[in-house]
């Protein structure tokens, strides 16, 4: 049965969000009007079957109708942002859902509703109009009927010709006249004044029109209603003409053009996904094919020594992808198994013997006009240089944008970016080449089709998240600061560090002295030899010996853990003995066996900075670590002895940032007190002593300042009182009255923080000052613990992850500094907020002026960064 079905898509929006708790994704989108909207969609498409289908929508504020009157809804609240960012999503869904939806300058969507239904009455094609509003029943005929939504969104009630008389008495053409005598408040037509709905009727049901009012008035009950009426005789045709609907609105489509055959799951899914619509997804699940079909089945032409010219013509293309196998993830030492080149419609392998004698190959890949896609562009970019083939001008990495558009994703591998952005499927490498024992190697047409997949992944990808880059305003961000900083880091871990092996290897026996002499100590003091390495033994003489209290169990037994033994160090000198025993260990098998392992036949060290993994920012270093060697210990810190100049002759030079975090605080808070500290060059944790305690300079105690600097630091991390009292070892009272004490010295501290949270609440993200997001999904969660964990995230974000843009900022210009002044000096590391170079002596001066004014010149805050540079033989004593 032909059967058109008409939606006023504004009008279910609005109900739509205000029927439904405000929702967000994972994201931090609003999704709640767009899934309350999707719901009445599936219902009315599932009841009413319709055979063609359109959403009107408003174009905007200004209508014809303002001509008229410039009053017209101009006491509508402006649409609030939440709902207004919703809009698109529900176009969306209703693209997915292959249903057309219009919407055109100077009409409303009443108009366009009432020209199609008109239309429809006028060819005998059933209609149904589907609103919350009840101008639209109007437009009620024989062939036209009304579903007017209630209370929530999918529950409507149905009017036709009869419904509106029952409830009225009025026929379907008299709406007009109700609103002519009553008005509207909601669109702002003014009516005649003291007319309600009740006298409204009363008139109607008498005199039939506004017209026939106005042509009766002496005859009006009551001396008020006819001087009302006969003042208002014009506002009342006005306010007629006003609530009239236009049904002549110039469309450029017929009603052929509305078909609707039915939505296909498989294209909707993906918007439900992404929309996190997780029952809607579920109902529609069974018609979705389980099996994912392949982004493209690809059987791939391998380049061969005989057949390279074919090729050439590839690399007069604009820009390729270039995805390159490596047989580990630490491509340092991995194997490269080939190399795969797309562009879109045309994609090669290159076996890696071919690669490294292909001249048209190699020209392309170092020319820094050719710009390439790739997956982990430093990572590509050292692998082939591991063998000898240098490269230029990667212009786009789908795993760096993957990883800002939200670092928070759980994973960033290309399959999972596939599946995320193309909703398609890619095999993901434990699938093809296996794992562990079973891992297998591919090769020939196998290994040839699964790297030409990758690249052509790559290609397909690079739009999509260009796109989103752009429209989260990430795009500055990834190309003005992450590109350029992967090129950095892929210089520093090329040429790595070097150790002094000799001093390692003595070093390591140093601490394994130390480790037998506490091993001594502490079977001295149980009173008996055990294996101090043993939880379950361990448990025993602490708690059964020696009778320290048990603070925790563990299914198997007494807990043992680092932050049980730190309690119980005040008990006994066995566990401060334990505690020293476990981090000396830590210190030889992490760093002494740890780096001994890592050392390349060149006696260097070439870690990996991981620039997608923190959701702060910061850089992360594996292969080993060497931003987390401990310092607090002696021992720790002597480690930094065996990093050494590479050179003779050369030193190590150091540049770190002072309290970077805390002057990142103080710019984004604009608090006086925390800004004055800094501007005057004072030892903030002295001021906040002083300010907390009420105390002048000279009366700070070194325990004042302690606790200070622990509610500074803490206020950072959003500290809570219970955390701040396990740092100092006080009450829970205290802390919170010192936290509290803080914050009436420093409100604009406390101002930004609430202001933080709430925007966080809002939006559903935070940003810092170079625009990187991170999402909060549980900002709003109703379970305490994750609502305040993500409320303390969104308080540390911005500050952390500034510092963190501010660094690589640094980083940036300081590579650029280097080779503009001709300076031999390299950027070796970058250890928070500390970057380590290794520098000829004579160039010492120049460096260390140039590093100061770089990296105190990264970004403009309202207070000075302040960078503190020491010089020494080592590592260790250039601290």
């Known amino acids: 049965m032909d059967k058109l079905v008409l939606i006023d898509g504004n009008s279910i929006a609005f109900r739509a969000f205000y029927a439904l708790p405000l929702l967000t994704n994972s994201s931090g989108t609003y999704t709640n009007a767009a899934y309350g909207f999707t719901m009445m969609l599936m219902k009315v498409l599932e009841e009413e079957k319709p055979s063609r289908v359109l959403v009107a929508f408003d174009a905007g504020r200004t209508t014809f109708r303002h001509d008229q009157y410039k009053a017209y809804k101009g006491t509508r609240d402006k649409t609030p942002g939440e709902l207004s960012e919703q809009l698109p999503l529900i176009k969306e869904v209703l693209d997915a859902f292959g249903v057309r939806h219009f919407e055109l300058e100077q009409y409303e969507a009443d108009d366009i509703i009432g020209t199609l239904a008109k239309l429809g009455d006028r060819n005998g094609i059933p209609v149904t109009i589907v609103t919350g509003d009840k101008d639209l029943l109007q437009l009620v005929t024989d062939y036209v009927t009304l579903l007017m939504t209630r209370k929530g969104v ?361 480790l037998d002499e506490l091993t001594e100590t502490i079977h001295d003091l149980a009173g008996t030899p055990f294996n101090i390495n043993s939880p379950k033994q361990l448990g025993e003489i602490l708690y059964d010996k020696l009778g320290l209290p048990v603070l925790k169990k563990t299914k198997t037994g007494y807990s043992t853990s680092a932050d049980v033994l730190e309690k119980l160090a005040p008990q006994h000198e066995i566990v401060e003995q334990i505690l020293h025993y476990r981090q000396v260990g830590k210190l030889i098998s992490t760093y002494v066996e740890g780096l001994l392992k890592e050392m390349t036949e060149t006696g260097k060290i070439h870690t990996r900075f991981q620039q997608a993994i923190t959701a702060t920012g910061r850089l992360s270093s594996t292969d080993p670590n060497l931003q987390n060697i401990p310092v607090r210990l002696e021992e720790g810190r002597r480690i930094r002895q065996v990093f050494v100049p590479s050179e003779a002759d050369w030193v190590i030079v150091s540049a770190d940032y002072s309290q970077i975090e805390l002057r990142v605080l103080a710019h984004l808070s604009q608090d006086e007190g925390l800004m004055e500290a800094f501007r005057t060059d004072m030892d903030v944790h002295t001021k906040t002593a002083m300010d907390v305690f009420g105390v002048k300079e000279s009366d700070v105690t070194s325990l004042m300042r302690r606790h200070a600097k622990a509610v500074n630091f803490g206020i950072v991390y959003g500290i809570s009182d219970y955390g701040l009292s396990q740092n100092l070892n006080i009450s829970r009272k205290e802390a919170a009255a010192f936290i509290q004490r803080y914050f009436d010295s420093y409100p604009g501290v406390k101002r930004y923080m609430d202001e933080i949270v709430q925007q966080a609440k809002k939006e559903g993200y935070v940003s810092t000052m170079l625009n990187r997001r991170r999402y909060l999904p549980d900002i709003n969660s109703r379970h305490f613990n994750r609502r305040s964990f993500a409320e303390r995230t969104a308080m540390n974000t911005p500050i952390q992850g500034s510092a963190a843009d501010i660094i690589k900022q640094a980083m940036v210009h300081m590579q650029q500094a280097l080779k503009e002044d001709g300076l031999d000096s390299r950027l070796l590391l970058q250890v928070h907020d500390e970057l380590i170079f290794e520098a000829p002596r004579d160039e010492v001066d120049a460096l260390s002026a140039r590093v100061v004014d770089v990296m105190e010149g990264a970004v403009e805050l309202s207070v000075p960064l302040k960078v503190d540079v020491n010089v020494g033989k080592t590592w260790y004593e250039a601290k």
Request: glycine content about 6%; hydrophobic content about 35%.
């Open 154 to 514: 999918t529950d409507a009630e149905r009017f036709d010709r009869q419904a509106i008389g029952d409830k009225y008495g009025l026929r379907p053409d008299q709406i007009v006249d109700l609103k002519g005598l009553m008005g509207d408040s909601s669109d702002n037509i003014p009516g005649i004044p003291g007319v309600g709905e009740k006298t409204a009727l009363k008139l109607l049901h008498q005199f039939e029109t506004v017209e026939g009012v106005l042509d009766h008035i002496p005859d009006l009950p009551g001396k008020k209603l006819k001087e009302r009426v006969e003042e208002h005789q014009e506002q009342a045709r006005l306010s007629k003409e006003l609530a009239t609907i236009y049904c002549e609105v110039p469309l450029d489509f017929s009603l052929e053009d509305l078909i609707y055959e039915g939505y296909d799951p498989v294209q909707v899914a993906p918007v439900f996904k992404q929309l996190e619509f997780k029952t809607l997804l579920e109902r529609i699940q069974k018609d979705v094919p389980q099996e994912k079909v392949e982004v493209k089945t690809i059987s791939s032409p391998t380049v061969t020594g005989d057949n390279t010219s074919e090729w050439e013509s590839l690399f007069e293309e604009e820009e390729l992808s270039l995805f390159v196998e490596k047989t580990a993830p630490n491509y340092h030492r991995a194997d490269v198994l080939g190399v795969a080149l797309s562009d879109g419609k045309r994609q090669v392998y290159i076996p890696l013997a071919v690669a490294r004698d292909w001249r048209a190959f190699k020209d392309w890949l170092a020319d820094p006009e050719k710009k390439k896609i790739a997956y982990d562009a430093k990572g590509t970019s050292i692998a082939l240089s591991r063998h000898g083939l240098d490269s230029a001008c990667y212009g786009f990495d789908v795993l760096l944008a993957s990883y800002l558009i939200n670092a928070s994703e759980s994973g960033h591998e290309l399959s999972d970016i596939v599946e995320r952005k193309l909703d398609g499927f890619l095999p993901d490498d434990d699938s093809v080449y296996g794992k562990g024992a079973k891992r297998k190697q591919l090769e020939g047409e196998e290994l040839a089709a699964h790297l030409a997949r990758k690249a052509n992944a790559l290609v397909a990808l690079k739009p999509v998240l260009a796109d989103e880059l752009e429209s989260y305003q990430l795009d500055a961000l990834f190309y003005e600061l992450e590109m350029p900083v992967t090129r950095v880091l892929a210089e520093m871990e090329w040429h790595g560090v070097k150790v002094d092996e000799e001093r390692l290897r003595a070093l390591g026996d140093e601490l394994q002295e130390r």
